[in-house]
C-alpha cells in the first residue's frame, strides 16, 4: 500500500524528497520499539533530526515522540526523565546537520516567501492561491492524496471506524499523521502547482499503516485477501496510468502550460511556473517558445527580477532585456546595481537611449 505513492514519488523527483520515505517508516518504526520498551527513545529522536534538514516540515512527525515518551511500557522515574531528555537529541542533531553542511538552521523556516499560512476565507493576488475554507482548496488537496496514497483514499471509512483510540499504537499513528495532515490543510503552496504534492506526501506513510491495521480489524481472512488484491490492482492502475500519462513528452507541456495560465496560483507561483517552462525549452534548444515563456514569467510578476536576467541570457539580443533589469532594480530602490548594468549596456551599445 506505501508502494505506489512512493514510486510515483521517486520517479517525479530527482531531489532528496524519496529518501523521506524510507527514513519516516523507520522512524515509524523506531517510536514503536521505543513506546513497547524495546528501544531507547533517543534513537527514534536522532532520526527524526537527521530527516529534518531534508525537509523542515518533517519535524511535524515530532508530536509522536511525546506520546512515546508518556505510554512507554517499563518505565521507572529515572528511565522517564532520560526519555524526557532524548526529546532533546531532535532539534540537537537537526542544528548539527545543518551546521556541518554549512546550512543556518534559522534559514529553512524563512525559506519561503510570505505568509506560510493560507488565508482562511478570502485570498487576495500575491503569495496565496486561495483560501482555507474555499472549494478550489478542497478539490487540490483531495487530489494530492488520491496521487500519494490511493489507498487511503479508498479507505477513509475504514481507517476511521476501525482504528482505536484505546490502542497505544494506534493513537502513536494519529500523532504521526495529523500534524503533518493539519500542515497539509494550512500551508501556503507558494511555489508550484498541484499542491506541492512531493513535500505534502508526508502524512501518507502513517496514514496507510492505520489503514492497514484498521483492514486488518475489521475484515474476515478472505475478505481481506479480496481487498487486498482489489488494493493491488488499484494500486497498479494508478502507478501505471501516472508513468504512462507523464511519458508523454508533449502532452505533459501542455497540463504545465495550461496549469501556468488557467490554474488556480498565486502571483509568484504563476512566474516560478512559466519561468520553469522556459528554463526546460531553453535546455530543449527551442529558443523561441524559451522566450515566449521568459516574457510570461515577467509579465505575471514583473517585480522580480530574476525573470529578466533568465531571459537575458536566452537572448542573443540582450540590451532591452538588461535595460529592464536595471529597471526593476531602480524601482527596488537598488540604484548602484541598476547603475552598474545601465553602464554595460552603454559601453556595449552607446546608442541605448533608454539606458
Given at each position: ?99 556541518l553542511i554549512?546550512i543556518s ?145 508533449g502532452s ?104
Open positions: 500500500m506505501l508502494s505506489q505513492g512512493y514510486i510515483a514519488l521517486f520517479f517525479g523527483y530527482a531531489e532528496n524528497y524519496p529518501i523521506l520515505f524510507p527514513l519516516l517508516l523507520g522512524y515509524s518504526i523506531l517510536c514503536l520499539r521505543a513506546m513497547e520498551g524495546e528501544a531507547p527513545v533517543y534513537q527514534p529522536a536522532v532520526l527524526l533530526g537527521l530527516t529534518v534538514p531534508l525537509h523542515f516540515t518533517a519535524f511535524a512527525y515530532a508530536p509522536a515522540l511525546i506520546w512515546v515518551v508518556w505510554r512507554r511500557q517499563r518505565a521507572n522515574a529515572a528511565d522517564r526523565i532520560l526519555s524526557m531528555l532524548s526529546l532533546l537529541a531532535v532539534p540537537a542533531t537537526t542544528f548539527l546537520s545543518l551546521a554549512g538552521p534559522f534559514s529553512l523556516p524563512q525559506s519561503a516567501l510570505g505568509s506560510h499560512l493560507l488565508p482562511w476565507r478570502t485570498s487576495g493576488p500575491g503569495l496565496t492561491p486561495y483560501a482555507v475554507l474555499s472549494a478550489e482548496h478542497l478539490i487540490d488537496t483531495l487530489n494530492q492524496y488520491a496521487l500519494v496514497v490511493p489507498v487511503v483514499v479508498m479507505g477513509i471509512p475504514i481507517l476511521v471506524l476501525g482504528s482505536r483510540r484505546s490502542d497505544a499504537t494506534d493513537v502513536l499513528l494519529l500523532a504521526m499523521a495529523l500534524p503533518p495532515v493539519l500542515f497539509t490543510v494550512l500551508f501556503n503552496p507558494a511555489i508550484g502547482a498541484f499542491r506541492g504534492w512531493d513535500v505534502f506526501a508526508l502524512p501518507s506513510v502513517p496514514l496507510v499503516l492505520l489503514a492497514g491495521r484498521s483492514l486488518l480489524r475489521v475484515c474476515q481472512p478472505v475478505r481481506l485477501r479480496r481487498l487486498a488484491v482489489l488494493a493491488i490492482c488499484v494500486c497498479s492502475v494508478h502507478t501505471a496510468g501516472w508513468v504512462a500519462v507523464n511519458a508523454d513528452v505533459s507541456e501542455e497540463r504545465f502550460a495550461h496549469m501556468v495560465e488557467s490554474g488556480q496560483l498565486s502571483t509568484y507561483a504563476r512566474a516560478y511556473g512559466a519561468g520553469t517552462l522556459a528554463g526546460h525549452y531553453r535546455a530543449k534548444a527551442d529558443l523561441s517558445t524559451s522566450m515566449f515563456w521568459f516574457e510570461r514569467a515577467s509579465e505575471f510578476d514583473p517585480g522580480t527580477g530574476r525573470y529578466h536576467v533568465w531571459r537575458a541570457d536566452a537572448s542573443p539580443a540582450t540590451t532591452n532585456y538588461w535595460v529592464d533589469l536595471g529597471a526593476t532594480l531602480m524601482a527596488l530602490g537598488q540604484l548602484a546595481e541598476a547603475e552598474a548594468l545601465f553602464r554595460m549596456v552603454l559601453e556595449e551599445s552607446p546608442g541605448t537611449v533608454s539606458a
